[in-house]
């Protein structure tokens, strides 16, 4: 929303939330406190704040004075009840709509923001019917914007999609697009299509990171080196070089949550091939999480007790304080339960967020440990290893020499995401394993 306001002067957008708390962060001037880590939104935020983006609670007020309505709640899987464990919660989405139905006034067209399964305008529109119904029109505008690049996504994405029943709702939303992306990348589709593929392009690209880290794992094996055969694949334009790192299994709040989505929708329609399809790749990810905690533990002869083990990233991915999914978690829980003492370093994570993640693994508690460390020179200090978990650019340029003196030998550095210079680790007298090459030969 501070991007469409800072492209559309002449709209008027108010951000409304019920958590006062959250909305005050984003109303806080000196932007110290906001929810979300984004490079860039600051600026943006500043151009717009006060002017045509306002934050507020007054749900009554602005749902009733609004021509247009964005629903962008969460949507997180189900952890209760049927579909528990795959399908998407819609509780959030249900209940905005009903706050849509008893304050909208006139004509108001709702977009969904949210990912949402296919279908799901349909309960919204049974919903908003409640009210007045032919007074609403619904739209899908699934947002394609990745954490880390979201502004860049956001201010020229590939394409923008709007789908809907009613031609001009979908051209009226479309021309808000228009101030900045041109014509011939907004794309305009029935609803279902517009939900379908937001779904698709997730489990599409969470696909590649499955198939390329089943490859790295059968580099390591065969003597192949995955960075080859990354060239090697990717330079076929059918293919393409992008997303096609290997690295310690995908997370963030989409992928998995989508891919679930799509299976449970597949099972709905009795495609049980399909669904399986796509649970796989959700397998192979479970799998690859799981293989970086067994490396590490394989290299210490199966036996972590007593183990200093630094933990350099906690975030899913770069440039970014979400740590939802991420492999780290998966790894940190394994190493705590083999019993090891972890010094967890990332640049953006806050120690609390750490504790939380840690402590939804509680039940693998057994003897290990762990720490927040703020300085990267005190998480390497006397450890047995170090391991590369998220592809920060500081972590690129590390300074083997001084780490390498600060740490215990033998020394370890598990490079999970094929970024570190474990030459140079390695000539300073370290141990290193690399995702996709295996042990330096
Ligand atoms: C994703 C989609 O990219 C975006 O279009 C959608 O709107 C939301 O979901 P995001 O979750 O922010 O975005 O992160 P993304 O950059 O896609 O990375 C997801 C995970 O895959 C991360 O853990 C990342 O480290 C991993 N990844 C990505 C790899 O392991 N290798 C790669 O080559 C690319």
């Given amino acids: 929303m501070a991007v469409m306001a800072d492209q559309c002067p002449g ?40 002017k ?39 509780s959030y989405i249900e209940s905005a709509a009903r706050q849509i139905a008893e304050y909208g006034k006139g004509q108001t067209i709702v977009v969904e923001r949210s990912t949402l399964p296919v279908r799901t305008a349909e309960a919204l529109q049974t919903i908003l019917k409640q009210g007045n119904g032919d ?24 394409r923008v999609l709007v789908g809907g029943q009613c031609s001009e709702s979908v051209e009226e939303l479309a021309s808000i697009y ?12 029935n609803v279902w299509s517009a939900e379908l593929s937001k779904l698709t392009a997730n489990a599409f690209l969470a696909q590649r990171i499955s198939s390329i880290n089943s490859i790295a794992a059968l580099c390591e094996k065969s003597g192949a080196n995955i960075t080859e055969v990354k060239q090697a694949i990717g330079a076929d334009t059918r293919i393409g070089s992008s997303f096609l790192n290997p690295g310690p299994g995908f997370g963030g709040s989409c992928f998995k949550k989508d891919i679930l989505n799509l299976a449970y929708l597949a099972d709905h329609f009795g495609l049980m091939e399909v669904a399986n399809y796509w ?18 533990s394989q290299k210490f002869y199966g036996t972590l007790r007593g183990k200093k083990i630094a933990v ?103 490079d999970t995401r094929g970024i570190t210079n474990l030459r140079e680790a390695a000539a300073n007298g370290l141990e290193t394993w690399e995702v996709g090459c295996g042990d330096l030969q």
């Fill in 279 to 296: 649970r796989s790749v959700l397998e192979l990810n479970e799998w690859t999480q799981h293989r970086m905690a067994q490396i590490v």
């Fill in 178 to 189: 228009r101030n900045w992306v041109p014509n011939n990348r907004i794309l305009r589709t």
């Fill in 11 to 50: 709209i008027n957008i108010k951000v409304v939330d019920i958590d006062q708390k959250r909305i005050d962060r984003w109303n806080n001037l000196d932007n110290s406190d906001l929810p979300v880590y984004e490079p860039g939104l600051e600026e943006v935020l500043t151009r717009v704040r006060g």
């Fill in 135 to 158: 007074q609403y029109k619904i739209l899908s505008n699934p947002e394609f914007m990745a954490e880390g690049t979201a502004i860049a996504d956001l201010q020229n994405p590939d």
């Fill in 312 to 414: 350099l990233g906690f975030s899913f991915k770069a440039n970014t304080n979400d740590t939802r999914e991420s492999p780290a978690i998966e790894l940190c829980s394994k190493l705590i339960q083999e019993g090891a003492h972890l010094c967890i370093h990332d640049p953006r994570v806050t120690e609390s967020e750490i504790k939380r993640e840690l402590r939804k693994n509680e039940r693998h508690r057994s003897f290990g440990s762990y720490q927040y460390e703020q300085e990267l020179n005190s998480a390497v200090e006397d450890a047995h290893a170090v391991v590369v978990m998220t592809d920060w650019d500081e972590y690129r340029r590390l300074d083997w020499a001084t780490i390498a003196n600060k740490m215990q030998r033998p020394g370890w550095v598990f």
């Fill in 52 to 90: 045509n983006l306002t934050f507020t609670t007054d749900l009554e007020r602005e749902i009733g004075s609004a021509d247009m309505v964005f629903l962008s709640v969460n949507t997180p899987t189900k952890n209760y009840g049927y579909g528990a464990g795959q399908a998407a919660d819609l």
